[in-house]
């Protein structure tokens, strides 16, 4: 069966770091999307980041492009999302999330590709 497990929040103060694990099992490696999600309370859940073994593809919400990097260790199964100039609004609640049909992050994105989702990992942000 398919599992996923982010972790690697924190609380960390604005300017600071943090790098976000997934690590996934029970699919194939060449033929996954890991998406990176986040909600905050009384907000609606928005795409971060996704990165797609299919096609190569890379997603970066506006909010992150320039700070943020997305990448894999396909050996140990884990995708990372190093967060850099941490914000107060980066506050929220980080959850990864897989389609593991083969699609694009387009499709995983904007087309609710996504069919498996971990539990979150919490990210706080001091100003």
């Known amino acids: 069966d398919v599992q996923l497990q982010a972790s690697g929040g924190g609380l960390v103060q604005a300017g600071g770091s943090l790098r976000l694990s997934c690590a996934a099992s029970g699919f194939n490696d060449d033929n996954y999307a890991i998406g990176w999600f986040r909600q905050a309370p009384g907000k609606e859940r928005e795409a971060v980041s996704c990165?797609?073994?299919?096609?190569?593809?890379?997603f970066y919400a506006d909010s992150v492009r320039g700070r943020s990097t997305i990448s894999s260790d396909n050996a140990k199964k884990t995708v990372y999302l190093q967060m850099n100039s941490l914000e107060p609004e980066d506050t929220a609640v980080y959850y990864c999330?897989?389609?593991?049909?083969?699609?694009?992050?387009?499709?995983?994105?904007?087309?609710?590709?996504?069919?498996?989702w971990g539990k979150g990992t919490q990210v706080t942000v001091s100003s």
């Open positions: 999330a897989a389609d593991t049909d083969g699609s694009s992050c387009y499709v995983a994105v904007y087309l609710n590709g996504i069919n498996y």
């Open positions: 990165l797609s073994s299919s096609d190569g593809s890379t």
